[in-house]
């Protein structure tokens, strides 16, 4: 069992690439929850989520470049041929969500007229003409995309956590850093 | 090759998954107000709206019955002494804007006692617009958002006798003094006989942000500079005049700012500030054309006072997070109303 050899791991950039989207979507998503349910803070809130969604797009942005030019290391042998399928095509669906949910945020906000404020100060351009049919049509495929999101992430989270616990083939060791070389 | 997984490897994983989804589920139900401390949703302000004013699809929830307005805001450049935003330089910025009584039935009838509201949107659809919705009141009738809330239960409709319980009210009155308070306040300002020669507050502060930094709080009014055509006849009695006097000719009011001062209350809209308070007139406001609620016009519009340009930021004021909040709750559903 100690014997299980460790896996490849991701360049350094892909990891710290990968746990910082992780880190901002999580809190994105979170405060996105929190905000359209709560009045006490709400304007602080979507302040906050706003910038989480320009700082996910400038991520997205890089890593999509970054995955372009560099491929993974190979799977453990406990992924199976059917399996990989799936990851290929949840991975392809994370990475047309995670860019497509700040430009939908983004164009939301341009089709009630805006303004488009994030960081506090910062006025983004308009990308959308204003019209609340479109805005309504972007609003509900934002909250569609989100939960979609927290299903994929969920489903990405509970298979590493399957094949390192169940399967004991040490997957999460391709994405962490030191603190996984201890067996 | 990897080992066969036994039993013992299987709970493993089991567990590590079920308490992992456990937690994620939990979070999710917690940020949804369906688990843990319950708090005030927007979705229970829409509620309590529909109970108190019915149903009413493709409208706003609050301020149903309105009219679309149009003109400009010429400012003198006094404002800018004060905050920095662009709208306080001297010059003319374009405004749409939206006239509009309190209450969410659109074919309410039109009291003298029942709230009168506009809506104004400076420099829309500009990266610096200043969106604000303000009322005839002198002093805003809730100081919290459970005031507010409190409130329209009270106003709720009783089954069966199709109107408010009256002691209801009285009730809340009784154990809400800031309410009282402030209703004794709005009682000494009867409402003037039309729109037109109505005085509209923005009511809750905010801080004006000068160049050189200074934050000074702010409360914003507009003064009317016409006398109002007596109100008609009928259940548009006080929206057929304002309609007539536009397409007559242009309305006006001034925009004066209020000047607080640090010991000025900005975080409680139905204590107003002293009436010694130095003033700034910013400039003129011109209404000259009218419209019917209709796509692209103010209709679409969503009045939220956390809408604002540099050189203007919220207070401290609970009212204008909630206020930001129900808003935004009912602009998603009546777009959503009418587009359907």
Do not use: C
Not at chain 2, 46 to 54: M, R, S
Not at chain 2, 175 to 200: C, E, L, Y
Not at chain 2, 309 to 337: C, F, N, Q
């Amino acid at each position: 069992m100690t014997d299980t050899p460790e896996p490849k791991k991701f360049t350094p950039l892909s990891r710290v690439l990968h746990w910082l989207t992780a880190a901002l979507v999580f809190a994105a998503l979170l405060i996105g929850f929190v905000m359209v349910n709560t009045i006490s803070g709400h304007g602080a809130l979507v302040m906050v989520h706003k910038s989480l969604g320009a700082l996910i797009l400038l991520l997205m942005v890089v890593r999509v470049v970054n995955r372009l030019t560099h491929h993974p290391p190979a799977w453990p042998p406990t992924i199976g041929a059917l399996e990989g399928k799936v990851v290929v095509l949840s991975e392809n669906l994370l990475y047309t969500l995670l860019l497509l949910q700040p430009l939908v945020g983004w164009a939301m906000l341009s089709a009630a007229g805006g303004p488009v404020v994030v960081f506090g100060a910062l006025r983004l351009p308009r990308i959308a003409p204003f019209d609340a049919q479109v805005f309504w049509i972007l609003r509900q495929t934002h909250s569609v995309i989100a939960y979609t999101l927290m299903v994929v992430i969920a489903a990405h989270i509970s298979a590493v956590l399957w094949h390192t616990f169940a399967l004991r083939d040490r997957l999460i060791e391709r994405m962490t850093f030191a603190m996984g070389r201890k067996r | 090759m990897a080992h066969t997984p036994g039993r013992r490897d299987l709970l493993r994983g089991a567990a590590a998954v079920g308490a992992f989804l456990a937690v994620d589920v939990a979070g999710l139900l917690a940020a949804f107000n369906w688990i843990g401390p319950s708090r005030l949703t927007p979705q229970a302000f829409l509620d309590a709206f529909n109970n108190a004013f019915g149903r009413h699809p493709g409208f706003r929830t609050n301020h149903a019955k309105g009219v679309p307005v149009a003109g400009w805001f010429d400012s003198n450049g006094n404002g800018a002494e004060l905050s920095t935003a662009a709208v306080f330089a001297p010059g003319r910025t374009p405004v749409l804007g939206r006239f509009s009584a309190a209450g969410g039935n659109p074919q309410t009838a039109d009291a003298p006692a029942t709230g009168r509201g506009l809506g104004l949107t400076f420099g829309f659809p500009g990266g610096e617009q200043w969106r604000t919705a303000m009322l005839n009141l002198p002093v805003f009738p809730d100081d919290s958002p459970q005031s507010m809330y409190d409130r329209l239960v009270a106003t709720a409709v009783v089954p069966g006798t199709g109107r408010p319980d009256p002691a209801a009210m009285t009730r809340f009155y009784a154990s809400h003094p800031p309410a009282a308070r402030a209703m004794t306040i709005i009682k000494q300002h009867p409402a003037t006989p039309g729109f037109a020669d109505s005085i509209f507050s923005g009511l809750n502060a905010f801080y004006f942000v000068s160049r050189s930094g200074v934050r000074t709080p702010v409360r914003w009014k507009l003064i009317p500079l016409q006398q109002a055509l007596p109100p008609s006849s009928g259940p548009d009695a006080l929206f057929d005049p304002l309609v007539r006097q536009l397409r007559a000719g242009p309305l006006r009011w001034r925009l004066v700012l209020t000047v607080g001062t640090r010991d000025d209350p900005t975080n409680d809209a139905t204590l107003p500030w002293p009436a010694d308070r130095r003033t700034v007139d910013a400039g003129l406001l011109t209404l000259n054309s009218v419209d019917t609620e209709a796509t692209g016009n103010a209709r679409d519009i969503n009045f939220d006072p956390l809408v604002l340009p540099i050189g203007i930021e919220p207070s401290d004021d609970p009212l204008l997070s909630a206020r930001s909040a129900v808003y935004a709750a009912s602009y998603r559903r009546r777009t959503g109303e009418n587009t359907l």
